[in-house]
């Protein structure tokens, strides 16, 4: 699949870092570094610009090894960019540690996944069909 892409930042295009790989790899594009307090969330700029197709959207999830070694992550994961959006990427990352963060220019600091979806078309009714778990909800499939 083919996507159209601006690249206004400092480096390389995002690309799949091995062959099995769903996420590329999104680099924060800053002038100077931004020092994340602990709980505190920034908005860090990519320098990049897509023009998805229609059904597509790009998901901009957390990196594992930021999340697991430093309590970094995507506050709104998985972020969505829409097909018709034309702006900049940006990431919104939050420190979910004790310790402040520096991220630094050209870190590697989201991944960004490609995804099909659909719209929904919205059908009224007055009863849903009837299925094994009902209206169980927030842990119920798992008491047994």
């Known amino acids: 699949m083919n996507v159209e892409i601006i690249n206004k930042s400092k480096h390389a295009l995002p690309?799949?870092?091995?062959?099995?790989?769903?996420?590329?790899?999104?680099?924060?594009?800053i002038s100077e570094s931004v020092f994340l307090k602990p709980l505190e969330r920034a908005i860090i700029p990519t320098g990049l610009f897509i023009a998805l197709p229609q059904e597509y959207e790009a998901q901009v999830r957390p990196r594992s090894g930021l999340a697991a070694k430093k309590g970094i992550t995507v506050l709104n994961a998985p972020g969505t960019v829409d097909a018709d959006y034309r702006g900049e990427i940006g990431v919104i990352l939050v420190n979910l540690s004790n310790e402040i963060f520096e991220i630094t220019d050209g870190e590697r600091i989201a991944q960004l996944v490609i995804a099909k979806h659909e719209q929904a078309t919205w059908i009224e009714v007055n009863e849903l069909n009837k299925t094994d778990r009902g209206a169980g909800g927030f842990g119920s499939t798992g008491l047994k």
Do not use: P, Q, R, V
Not at 15 to 29: F, M, V
């Open 15 to 29: 690309k799949y870092e091995t062959s099995g790989a769903a996420g590329l790899d999104i680099k924060a594009n």
